[in-house]
């Protein structure tokens, strides 16, 4: 009886465990379901917006071009011509033409530069003043005289000067000059190529190498105590706007305050003196 009852029970566990056992069996061979296909995006290509047009250079090439056909007409229309030349000086050459009204331009060679420069150039009612009194002293286009000292330093160089009026024009070449009014315009000139070419040094110190500017400031402070420059009180709007450019260094701005102070004193000094004459 026990042994039947045995056996049954073990046919019974054997039953229940077979369903079982199945399943896992078939689980194990189960295939995954495949994937739905699913359809490339295509990308659909957009309109591009036009791509606006680029606003015009402040400095564009026409304005250039006007800039160079403005000295062209101002270096043909000159009545006064300066020319100085002296092969191994700084400036071996130096050109300067202006009208009547004293717009002109200067042209510069230099020995550490490739070419020639130019800038526009006028002169101040003093300086024009002063150049017409000396030409109208010296009878200049009617005058015969040569201007030439008898003993000259051959370091000074080569000056020649012309003046066109109504259609008649006089060219004189000298080194040196002991008639006191050639000698006037001779450093008169020379004044005006320094004021003009210490500004454009100035101005290119200013834009790109503002740690020169002391250097050039030293050179100003020099020329006018050498008496160098022509007309100093019209220099007093461009040092007083050195003086309060905040980009230079202090020492240059300093120095540009010193000189335009000494230069108000002086005129002021000068002014008292005429109207103390006048009286």
């Known amino acids: 009886m026990r042994i039947k009852t045995l056996v049954f029970v073990i046919l019974l566990c054997v039953a229940t465990a077979a369903p079982a056992f199945g399943q896992k069996r078939r689980s194990r061979t189960k295939r995954p379901a ?20 680029d606003p015009p250079k402040l400095n564009s090439r026409p304005e250039a071009e006007t800039k160079e056909d403005s000295s062209a007409h101002k270096m043909s229309a000159a009545t006064h011509i300066y020319l100085f030349e002296r092969p191994g000086f700084m400036y071996p050459r130096v050109e300067i033409r202006h009208d009547d009204a004293g717009r002109g331009v200067i042209t510069f060679e230099k020995m550490d530069l490739d070419g020639p420069m130019d800038d526009p150039i006028e002169l101040s ?71 003009f070419i210490w500004k454009f040094e100035m101005q290119v110190a200013r834009e790109n190498q503002p740690l020169e500017t002391p250097r050039l400031m030293a050179r100003f402070s020099s ?7 022509p007309d ?24 540009a305050e010193r000189i335009s102070k000494a230069i108000e004193k002086a005129e002021a000094k000068r002014l008292k003196k005429e109207e103390k004459a006048k009286n």
């Not at 495949?34 to 047009?53: C, E, F, L, M, Y």
């Not at 006089?170 to 040196?176: A, K």
């Not at 007093?236 to 300093?254: G, S, T, V």
């Open 34 to 53: 495949k994937k739905t296909p699913t359809t490339a995006a295509v990308a659909v290509p957009q309109p591009q917006p036009t791509p606006a047009a």
């Open 125 to 195: 009612p003093a300086t024009i003043n002063a150049l017409d009194a000396a030409f109208t002293r010296l009878n200049f286009l009617d005058s015969t005289e040569d201007y030439q000292a008898k003993k000259v330093n051959v370091a000074t160089g080569k000056i020649s000067i012309t003046l066109k009026e109504n259609g008649r024009s006089r060219t004189v070449s000298f080194s040196w000059s002991d008639n006191p009014d050639a000698k006037f315009l001779m450093d008169e000139y020379r004044r005006i190529s320094n004021e």
């Open 223 to 229: 020329l006018y105590q050498n008496n160098d420059l």
């Open 232 to 255: 100093p009180p019209h220099f007093l709007p461009l040092l007083k706007q050195l003086a309060n450019d905040e980009i230079l260094p202090l020492i240059a701005r300093n120095d």
